[in-house]
């Protein structure tokens, strides 16, 4: 069970330190009023605000955010698999499997892990991952170069994408930061230009959860130079797009509204000339839908938050929207509608969170922050025990 939050680790971190808060939010340019509010936990800490604190107090942010959390009964299976994962990415290309499997077996594996992940599910396939991982890697040794041995090695790319985002969503930073470096090595021998532009997206997520938003941008901006020496096709402008998305939250963090909005509006215009075209997105969910998405999560990143519940009342998301999508977008609402001062509406769209990717919702450090802000609100309220409960937060 998560018993601590962010604005205890907080408080003891700067103890530690010999800080006093006046000290800490000068160093970490957050102000002295939210520093307090955060420490005595009535107001969540933000994504920008952990970083900013973490960097001051010389911690990690996991050890702010207690990632990862403790195992669960519902989906302690993904937490069990996280060991073999590990072994799997460090030993690289050291480690074979004992029986040789063929391409097509292992890309249709590869198959039920991205679907099981599109639906936040991650208990149910993730297992799967590292003997993916190691099988490609023998593939891809026993090939004589050519076209198929790049094949292997864009399909191992993608196993490595998986592997970073399944571990991101845990809270296993390390280990996420690792193979997002593995996919790009992979991504370099694919033959496949477009997906070295795709791996720096992937590598610019690190940059993002680390709180190093001038390095993301700058990956951002370097990928997207690249990709104007290639031929335009609805496979690249659809990875054109994803970078927009990833620029516009590592900009939203970096407090730069003006090239926020701009990237969405890039964005946008990416969506509508792909619209009914079929096309590779290898790997980044570009979707008109995700571009309505970050809309409103732009504006809570930016503490907007009138701007983020009127863009969300204006949007409807369609049913063939992937869960962790959904989830991710409630689960940012949430922050919304509690700062903005709707409680009800915050815990009800963390219900919506839960309803579309529950192991998601339950380890996503946002959602533990805005429940103990709820808690603090609103105690007693039998709804919201019940959610923290489930989500195996203490109160």
């Known amino acids: 069970m998560d018993d601590v939050s962010v604005g205890e680790r907080t408080a003891r971190a700067r103890k530690l330190a010999r800080l006093t808060q006046p000290q800490l939010a000068m160093q970490a340019s957050v102000s002295l009023s939210l520093l307090r509010k955060v420490e005595q936990g009535s107001r969540p800490a933000s994504p920008v605000f952990i ?17 990862p959390y403790a195992p669960e009964q519902h989906d302690g299976g993904a937490h069990a698999t996280i060991p073999e994962l590990r072994r799997a990415i460090v030993a690289f290309d050291d480690e074979t499997p004992a029986v040789p499997p063929t391409f097509d077996e292992l890309t249709t594996t590869l198959d039920r892990v991205r679907e099981g992940m599109r639906r936040a599910r991650y208990s149910d396939l993730t297992a799967d991952l590292p003997d993916v991982i190691r099988g490609l890697h023998l593939l891809a040794a026993d090939q004589a170069p050519g076209c198929h041995r790049e094949a292997v090695h864009s399909a191992l790319a993608y196993a490595y ?30 033959g496949d230009r477009v997906w070295t532009i795709a791996a720096e997206y992937n590598r610019a997520l690190i940059l993002l959860s680390s709180g190093a938003y001038t390095g993301g941008q700058r990956i951002i901006q370097r990928a997207y130079s690249a990709s104007e020496d290639l031929e335009t096709t609805p496979d690249l402008l659809a990875v054109r797009g994803a970078l927009h998305l990833r620029g516009a939250i590592l900009s939203a963090r970096a407090l730069d509204a003006d090239t926020a909005e701009a990237h969405l509006r890039e964005a946008s215009g990416i969506a509508s000339a792909v619209a009914g075209i079929s096309y590779r997105n290898y790997g980044t969910g570009f979707r008109p839908s995700n571009v309505d998405i970050h809309s409103v999560a732009v504006p809570v990143e930016l503490s907007d938050y009138t701007a983020a519940v009127t863009r969300a009342e204006r949007i409807r998301l369609p049913s063939s929207v992937a869960p ?4 991710h977008h409630h689960i940012d609402l949430s922050r919304a509608w509690l700062l903005h001062g709707d409680h009800q509406r915050a815990l009800a769209s963390l219900e919506k969170a839960r309803a579309a990717a529950p192991e998601l919702t339950r380890n996503h450090p946002q959602v533990h922050e805005t429940v103990r802000a709820l808690a603090r609100s609103r105690r007693g309220t039998g709804s919201l025990t019940r959610f923290a409960k489930w989500a195996n937060i203490r109160i």
């Open 324 to 327: 962790s999508r959904v989830g």
């Open 51 to 67: 970083a900013a604190v973490a960097r001051v107090l010389g911690v990690g942010i996991a050890d702010l955010t207690g990632q």
């Open 161 to 190: 994408s998986k592997a970073m985002l399944f571990a991101y969503q845990y809270g296993y930073l390390d280990l996420a930061a690792l193979a997002a470096e593995r996919c790009t090595w992979s991504a370099d021998r694919s």
